[in-house]
């Protein structure tokens, strides 16, 4: 047996030498991120993709700024899909054994995004790294390493053709985790593979109620839904009672304001929540302080050069690197990374709430917002509105999903219509409806000024969702588990029409 006094004390010496190098991303985060794109461009100049942009030609920012073009996946997809049927070197110098298959959040196609051995190393471990680390340098009496993570994951198919894995980020991480670190997590590699979510959840149950858990790792959604499924059959209150060790939960992938009194409520005493900033195209960001209110930090020596374009004169041409950006201005975020992304808009949009370090907070979606009326509704908007209405009105919510009632011949004005499955009721509903209104006039000046004097956009309209209204729908989509989740906000109605339908059928 290895003495956990001596793992503990090589384990924390790792860690103050991490936190140290993280500290230099304050003083010398131009330099890093220079390093970061001269090493990139290095392992890409040999590539098809290196060579029909004079890769090693390139010497600086600029001269790549004025040479490759920034490319969004359907731009990039007939790289992938050289890539995909075999062909060597297609955009990175190294093999492409596994590809993070997306559906994304603002439309149902799916995505492939390579992954490296570079990225699954340099980045994706690297930040699950950075992110135990970080926490237990915020939380010195940490017991974490002591006992066993619980992660939820998703399943991969292998392509027999041309034997490489594509499936969910998640199932492609815990597939190449090393013997090290599997035997710290929990489920079963076996288990936390399994395709079926429903045959899945059971297991994951057995295998892990008597277990010594210090700690979550997962999307929230579905950690909820597992966690209250644990809790019914435990017969058992709150977790605590089940795993008195427990004492984070590692979220990232949808926002956790919806979600965080649902969680508090699943324990007796509080446990600590640490947010991070990670997708299938690279790992970004991770909650560096004990309060998320301080933003997340950006990692900057991950393989990944970031660029960004104000979201208020967006316009390819304007983008701008890291050392050029302003505080509070809506980017949209575009990387190069060592996945053999090159200048790849992933279609999130974030906001600089510090340049010493550099800390964002994500704000939206380039695609996912509404804005049916001139009124820039972004994620963040929502999120934040409906966080505060299920406080205010003692509500829990599933999940929901807000898309625009545009203007009839009857009628000059439009509306936000929002259909919202509730745990727990609000105890006043008028009241919760009121209260996300006020509070996106009071966010978004945008929303305030069509909603004044009903001018443009009347008072929201709330559909009351029945029990198990996503989970159908996206069991029908067969998009269980995993990191799907449901597109919160739409700019069309097709996504609502379908749950409309679906609802009066439940």
């Known amino acids: ?56 030609e390139l010497k600086n920012y600029q001269q790549f700024k004025n040479t490759v073009p920034i490319v969004s996946y359907e731009n990039f997809h007939s790289f992938i899909e050289r890539s995909l049927n075999g062909e060597k070197e297609v955009f990175w110098n190294k093999p492409i054994n596994w590809y993070a298959k997306s559906s994304g959040t603002s439309n149902a196609k799916s995505k492939f995004i390579p992954i490296s051995k570079n990225s699954l190393e340099s980045c994706h471990f690297k930040g699950g790294k950075d992110m135990f680390a970080l926490y237990a340098n915020n939380n010195s009496e940490t017991k974490i390493f002591d006992l066993l993570n619980l992660r ?13 894995l594509f499936g969910d980020l ?40 008597e277990e010594e858990i210090g700690c979550l790792t997962g999307v929230p959604s579905w950690m909820y839904v597992f966690l209250t499924k644990l809790l019914e059959q435990s017969n058992k209150k709150y977790l605590d009672e089940i795993w008195p060790t427990i004492e984070v939960f ?17 324990f ?53 690197p890291l050392w050029e950006v302003e505080l509070n201005t809506n980017y949209a975020m575009v990387i190069t990374t060592n996945g053999g992304l090159w200048r790849y808009l992933i279609g999130d949009t974030v906001k600089f709430i510090s340049k010493n370090p550099y800390r964002i907070i994500i704000s939206g979606r380039t695609q996912l917002y509404i804005n049916a009326f001139g009124e820039e509704l972004m994620i963040d908007n929502t999120e934040k509105a409906i966080g505060i209405a299920c406080k205010k009105t003692n509500a829990e919510i599933i999940d929901y999903t807000v898309a625009p009632r545009f203007m ?58 029945k029990k198990n209204l996503f989970y159908t729908w996206l069991k029908n989509k067969n998009k269980l588990g995993g990191q799907n989740k449901i597109p919160r906000l739409c700019n069309d109605r097709i996504i609502l029409e379908e749950l409309i339908i679906l609802n009066s059928s439940l």
């Not at 936190?19 to 220079?34: G, P, T, W």
């Not at 090290?180 to 979510?197: D, G, M, V």
């Not at 990232?252 to 699943?266: D, M, Q, R, V």
């Open 1 to 56: 047996m290895p003495n956990k006094g001596l793992i503990n004390s090589v384990l924390f010496w790792w860690i103050e030498r991490r936190i140290k190098e993280i500290s230099l991303f304050s003083s010398h985060s131009a330099e890093i991120q220079q390093s970061q794109l001269n090493n990139l461009l290095s392992n890409g100049k040999e590539t098809i993709y290196g060579k029909s942009f004079n890769f090693s």
């Open 170 to 209: 998640s199932s492609i991480l815990i597939h190449n985790l090393p013997i090290w670190a599997e035997i710290k997590n929990t489920p079963s590699k076996k288990t936390s593979l399994i395709s079926s979510w429903e045959e899945k959840l059971p297991l994951i149950i057995k295998e892990t109620m």
């Open 152 to 164: 939820l994951g998703g399943s991969f198919v292998k392509n027999k053709e041309n034997n490489y």
């Open 268 to 320: 007796s005493n509080p446990i600590n929540y640490l947010e991070v900033y990670n997708a299938s195209d690279g790992f970004f960001a991770i909650q560096d302080t004990k309060s998320n209110k301080d933003g997340l930090l950006l990692m900057l020596d991950y393989g990944i050069f970031y660029e960004f374009i104000s979201m208020d004169n967006y316009n390819l041409n304007n983008a701008i």
């Open 408 to 465: 009839q011949k009857e009628s000059t004005n439009g509306a936000h219509e929002w259909i919202i499955e509730f745990k727990k009721d609000p105890t006043d509903l008028n009241l919760f409806n009121e209260i996300i209104d006020q509070t996106l006039k009071e966010l978004n000046s945008d929303y305030e000024a069509k909603r004044k004097n009903n001018v443009t956009l009347s008072f929201p309209i709330i559909i009351l969702a």
């Open 250 to 266: 590692f979220h990232g992938g949808i926002s956790f304001n919806p979600y965080k009194e649902n969680f508090n409520n699943l």
